[in-house]
């Protein structure tokens, strides 16, 4: 394994709470731990990650001083400024794991400085290494967040549900979705476009997942095209259960607009869900989701329509054609967390 290191993931005011970017923090650590490092996830403010139970000895609560470490990670823009304030280590030992251009949370100038602050860069898509090459000249190495591979298709092949493809034979199509109060991920696409295909008598189900209650959502969204649809909704579901969702919708459709590696794509697809992904890859979709190969990609509303009915069309036969080409896909090229934890070892040296 080499030199036991010392590993930081700075989150300090910034946090940890339920979302994708805490999870691939958590997992992350959690692997580097696993291969014999002492990682700590450095926090100064409470934890308010419980998708599931974070191991005690990652988190670190700071309340005075740091304490001495061989390795900094910055996790995100708001925490390049402490990572470079950090005094008992030179610059050749702090990077950033750029895991989405944070557009949201600071402007584009602002962010572009601290990827050329100095720091060590790694991504985690294709499109950010050539979003950062672009503004600073500077080629980051790409560090997927991985997928606890193992994990899943255990669980999926015990719960004995694995689809390969579905029959071809339906009338109507069951849509799983994320439902989200952010205007990045672009819930009003995912009503819209389930408004349209229940027009024409192609919906059978919509099914959504959320961070939220239903109730909220509600309250931000004007969901009155979905008044008479078939809605299953599944609050902060843990693995087994989001497994179980995903393993029964016949598409994944994704419709967020920034994004650094969608992470609720890929789970769908080793499910055996067929991706309707949007054209665009500031969403975060563009390493694995390939138009005509892996899935079917749309650029309007009414694109995404017209791609879910070319897969009713489908014979099995294609079907399964694209899910064996994402299944390697995401075995080869993405790969599992542990094996980018390897690449992430391999990045400090």
Known sequence: ?????????????????????????????????????????????????????????????????????????????????????????????????????????????????????????????EWQRRFVYEKTGKVADIIYSGLPMRTITDKIFGMNKYKMAIDNDKKKVIVGALASKKDRKRFTDIIDIAHKLNQRGLLEELVLIGNESLDKIKSVFNLIDLDGLSIRYFKQPDMDEKLGVMLNCDVWLSTSINEGLHIPSLEAAICGCFLISRDKEESGLSDYSINDYTSFNYLSNDDAVIQIKRFMSLIKEDRVQFNNRIYELIKYKIGSIDENAMRMLKAFS
């Open 1 to 125: 394994m080499g030199e036991i290191m010392r590993i930081a993931f700075n989150l300090l005011d910034c946090g940890l709470g339920n979302n994708g970017g805490s999870q691939t923090i958590i997992r992350m650590a959690d692997e580097l731990y696993m291969l014999g490092h002492n990682v700590n996830i450095l926090i100064n403010q409470p934890n308010k990650f419980t998708w599931f139970k974070v191991p005690n000895d990652l988190i670190f609560e700071v309340e005075d001083e740091i304490p001495q470490y061989d390795i900094m990670i910055a996790t995100g823009c708001s925490t390049v400024a402490s990572t470079l304030a950090y005094k008992k280590l030179s610059i050749s030992k702090k990077f950033y794991w750029i895991r989405a251009i944070e557009t949201w949370a600071m402007p584009p100038d602002e962010l572009v400085k601290g990827y050329s602050s100095g720091l060590g860069l790694m991504v985690n898509s």
